[in-house]
């Protein structure tokens, strides 16, 4: 159980680069299972399943520009959500998912993005999250 989350903007987000997004601190995490300082990953310390939610608002995205998730589980991707702008504006992209974890392995989050410039993920706890709930055990 953790909801971590970006404090302060993420800059410089390289058009068509897959980019780690530091979660950089904690709503809550009464296991100690979300690294903050890091390597920006929850590590699950129970085998289980886990539901997954992540959002995640790029600053002035172009109209039709895609804003694409991607979860890890381990290194691996495991889930992704695609979406695309239909105006310029700020753009929100969640992803939503339940997924099977064994006791020490880890999800992380990357994003990408097709505006033709470098953008900003925009930061705050009501923005740009990652949260993981226990579901059920193995």
Do not use: M
């Not at 310390?45 to 991607?70: C, D, E, M, P």
């Not at 990357?110 to 055990?137: C, M, P, Q, W």
Request: proline share 1%; hydrophobic share 35%; aromatic share 12%.
């Amino acid at each position: 159980l953790a909801k971590a989350y970006r404090s302060g903007d993420q800059t410089g987000i390289v058009s068509g680069t897959t980019t780690s997004i530091q979660f950089n601190a904690e709503s809550y995490d009464p296991g100690a299972n979300f690294d903050s300082a890091t390597n920006y990953r929850f590590t699950s310390s129970l085998g289980g399943y886990y539901a997954v939610n992540v959002q995640v608002v790029i600053q002035a995205i172009a109209a039709n520009a895609r804003s694409i998730i991607s979860l890890y589980r381990n290194g691996d991707e495991i889930s992704v959500s695609e979406d695309r702008a239909v105006t310029t504006e700020d753009h929100w992209t969640k992803l939503s998912d339940v997924v099977q974890i064994t006791s020490g392995s880890y999800l992380d989050v990357a994003f990408t993005h097709t505006h033709g410039a470098n953008r900003d993920i925009l930061g705050g706890e009501k923005y740009t999250y990652f949260s993981v709930n226990f579901v059920a055990g193995l």
